[in-house]
């Protein structure tokens, strides 16, 4: 008997609008509070109802995307048929939207104008929704529409680690607030990047926490540097980028020199013109 899913499609639109929806008032808060780069978060004054109420946010939307969670349909190993019953799995499908909203509050923290709330909240729908559709189809789809997941969670994944470690690194805080931050962000992604890949959840995790401390590491000396928000967000992104497919591939079967080649090549380009950006 083939197990019957659950509308994900409607689900994730749902989880989507919701959480953009709670976004936009913190977009509206955004214009009234006196919220500017260079400020911890929370340990401001004048500026702590912005971030708890973005906070507040952030949690109801994750956690309203894990309520909404698709269940896996796994494969049986002999024929790779549907089994009836899903297996236990863990919880993660509040991640996404959780960093996803939070890097939306830091960034409505700096760019709260009218044109821009509307932006940033559409691409939040956006995001959520491609993300979620994408990861509900790597937990029930077959095995053409898993790669096809696959592919759009990488880019998507990506993109939200170049917003994230830009809204980090603008702020230019210390390397204990900054570094710590990456550190969670990057682990938490290189977490989600590695569902549904055939490996441990204790490999995924350790993997994943290499990676995030290896970007903190980067973070802290890159904090010496005098770029800006953005050309700071895309070089640890290049980091990020390098990292995530070496893990990856290695997960798959281990990491070749034509590996190494493409991506240390890729990273190294993009790394060069991203400093001489910066030293002009």
Do not use: C
């Not at 659950?6 to 006196?34: E, K």
């Not at 603008?170 to 607030?177: A, P």
């Amino acid at each position: 008997m083939e197990f019957e899913q659950p509308n994900w499609v409607v689900r994730g639109a749902l989880g989507s609008l919701v959480a953009a929806a709670l976004l936009l008032g913190v977009g509206f808060w955004a214009r009234h509070a006196a919220v500017a780069p260079g400020q911890v978060p929370l340990l401001v004054s004048h500026s702590r109802g912005f971030w708890v109420l973005g906070l507040l946010a952030a949690v109801v939307g994750a956690a309203l995307f894990q309520a909404l969670a698709p269940l896996p349909a796994p494969r049986t190993a002999a024929t790779g048929a549907l089994s009836a019953r899903p297996p236990a799995t863990a919880p993660t499908a509040w991640v996404v939207p959780l960093i996803v909203s939070l890097t939306t509050v830091m960034l409505l923290g700096v760019y709260h104008s009218l044109a821009a709330i509307g932006v940033i909240v559409l691409g939040v729908f956006v995001v959520l929704l491609g993300s979620g559709l994408a990861q509900g189809a790597l937990r029930t789809g077959d095995e053409e529409s898993r790669q096809r997941a696959r592919n759009v969670y990488t880019l998507l994944l990506h993109i939200i680690a170049f917003v994230g470690l830009s809204m980090i690194y603008i702020n230019k805080l210390r390397s204990l607030f900054s570094a710590t931050a990456v550190l969670v962000l990057v682990f938490l992604l290189l977490l989600q990047l590695t569902e549904g890949e055939e490996a441990s959840g204790a490999r995924r995790l350790v993997y994943a926490l290499a990676g995030g401390v290896v970007l903190g590491e980067i973070t802290w000396v890159l904090n010496y540097w005098r770029a800006t928000g953005w050309t700071g967000g895309a070089a640890l992104l290049i980091f990020f980028y390098l990292i995530a497919g070496l893990i990856l591939n290695h997960l798959r079967g281990g990491v070749s020199s034509r590996d190494l080649a493409e991506y240390g090549g890729v990273s190294a380009i993009a790394f060069a013109v991203v400093a001489i950006a910066v030293l002009r």
